[in-house]
């Protein structure tokens, strides 16, 4: 994952974290990434680190890849509202066409 081996294992793994954004993980892994984190050989490191991810990625739950669709309904003469995905209108420009 990264130049320092196993960095960035409890971060995208570990159940307290908030890299972890499917929110996925168990007390045993925590435990497992700390025991990898304190192996000094670095090939060592690795190879242990490859098997905590395998485990953590069978624990893991559903992400969403994309936003799905939105359906709005809103009076016909309300200008600047409506379906969005990843933009959110400011209060201040929404209003009723003149």
């Known amino acids: ?8 294992l409890s971060g995208f793994y570990g159940s307290k974290t908030e890299s972890n954004i499917t929110g996925v993980g168990s007390p045993e892994i ?7 984190n304190g192996i000094a050989d670095p ?5 242990q680190a490859n098997q905590v991810e395998q485990k953590a990625l069978a624990l893991y739950g559903l992400l969403p ?6 359906t709005y309904a809103v ?3 309300l200008a600047n509202i ?17």
Do not use: C, H, W
Not at 1 to 8: A, L, R, V, W
Not at 30 to 36: K, L, T
């Open 75 to 77: 009076k016909k003469d």
């Open 65 to 70: 890849l994309f936003s799905g669709p939105s």
């Open 82 to 98: 409506g379906a969005t995905i990843f933009f959110n209108p400011l209060p201040e420009t929404i209003g009723y066409q003149k």
């Open 1 to 8: 994952m990264d130049p320092y081996g196993s960095f960035g």
């Open 43 to 47: 090939k060592e490191q690795v190879e």
């Open 30 to 36: 925590d435990r497992e990434i700390a025991r990898v």
